[in-house]
């Protein structure tokens, strides 16, 4: 079966790092995305990894490993603005999204 | 706006009605897809087409759904006698083929199925 699993919710402190995980089983892999949804609002694109490593845009980076299935994304100096839910999205064999339920970040001051 | 636009944003309506919303891709974006998504969830794949071709329908969808992109361009996605259950924010996305095609999602339409 395909399953993408990332925690249900985080929370960290303005200024700080924090990095949400994502484990994928998918039919076939051509990229992993991540997406930005804030509450009532359409996801948008933060990045994309098909290669292993980091990608790293600005205040965010992700990383790949294809070999373990496994992906984060670092978000750095956190801002208050940056409390969202964060969506990663497995790109399978068909080049179809599968995608997580979402990791809500919550920001404290 | 040169960004994916749904009509309408929100709908409320009756158990047992029909409801059609309307989605109008990036222009010259050749792939769109519909999605739903619930509370907490992410978004939950129902169909998607390439140019006017439909390629793929979700298993999860029942017979009350039917998608159509008639020209190309614009697309309808209907849902016949709502269920209470339908209730979600249905996402549309737009993309051009190619490598990796980042979607772009419009602003989405909330059902309500009272």
């Known amino acids: 079966g395909q399953n993408i699993d990332q925690p249900t919710e985080m929370t960290a402190t303005e200024g700080a790092i924090v990095q949400i995980n994502c484990t994928y089983q998918t039919s076939g892999f051509n990229g992993l995305f991540w997406y930005q949804q804030h509450a009532g609002e359409a996801p948008t694109f933060l990045s994309y990894n098909v290669l292993d490593g980091l990608e790293e845009k600005g205040r965010f980076s992700s990383f790949l490993s294809r070999s373990k299935g496994y992906s984060y994304l670092l978000l750095k100096e956190l801002q208050m603005k940056d409390s969202a839910s964060y969506l990663c999205?497995?790109?399978?064999?068909?080049?179809?999204?599968?995608w997580g339920a979402g990791t809500k970040l919550i920001i404290k001051p | 706006d040169t960004g994916v636009s749904q009509d309408p944003r929100h709908k409320i309506t009756k158990r047992g009605q029909n409801v059609t919303f309307r989605c109008d891709p990036i222009?010259?974006?050749?792939?769109l897809y519909w999605y739903r998504q619930t509370l907490g969830q992410g978004p939950e794949f129902l169909t998607y087409?390439?140019?006017?071709?439909?390629?793929?329908k979700s298993r999860l969808l029942s017979d009350r759904f039917s998608a159509e992109r008639p020209k190309g361009s614009f697309s309808t996605l209907e849902i016949q006698r709502t269920e209470q259950g339908d209730s979600a924010m249905y996402l549309c996305?737009?993309?051009?083929?190619?490598?990796?095609?980042?979607?772009?999602f419009g602003p989405g339409t909330r059902l309500t199925v009272l």
């Open positions: 996305a737009s993309s051009l083929q190619g490598e990796w095609d980042e979607q772009f």
């Open positions: 087409f390439q140019n006017e071709a439909q390629l793929e």
């Open positions: 999205a497995s790109v399978d064999s068909n080049y179809q999204l599968i």
């Open positions: 222009s010259e974006h050749n792939r």
